[in-house]
Nanobody, 122 residues
Framework: VQLQASGGGLVQAGDSLRLSCVAT????????MGWFRQAPGKEREWVAA????????YYSNSVKGRFTISRVSAENTVYLQMNSLKPEDTAVYYC????????????????WGQGTQVTVSS
């Protein structure tokens, strides 16, 4: 499985961005897909996750109500719609596939995309 993340950029506070993560190779089927982010000097932080099959979604408290994770099965793509962006959302964002069930721990994710930079100016 290869994951390719894209959609990052430089925006102002209050703006929106949509990140995409396309998978090639084996499909997601019943797996959990997640988005993480890592700011300079900080640990990788779980942001959101989705159960691919049923579509249940989960969010960290820091993004709940502002970010939406979704997937399009036919495209093998998972999205992260980010609204009302804040400077503290600035980070490299990674998509990843969990090797078991739902988890907020990075070590529980096996496959990772290369990351896409999101910078929010104040």
């Amino acid at each position: 499985v290869q994951l390719q993340a894209s959609g990052g950029g430089l925006v102002q506070a209050g703006d929106s961005l949509r990140l995409s993560c396309v998978a090639t190779g084996r499909t997601f089927s019943s797996h959990v897909m997640g988005w993480f982010r890592q700011a300079p000097g900080k640990e990788r932080e779980w942001v959101a996750a989705i159960r691919w099959g049923v579509g249940n979604t989960y969010y960290s408290n820091s993004v709940k109500g502002r970010f939406t994770i979704s997937r399009v099965s036919a495209e093998n793509t998972v999205y992260l719609q980010m609204n009302s962006l804040k400077p503290e959302d600035t980070a490299v964002y990674y998509c990843a596939r969990a090797n078991r069930g739902l988890s907020t721990v990075a070590n529980d994710y096996t496959y990772w995309g290369q990351g896409t930079q999101v910078t929010v100016s104040s």
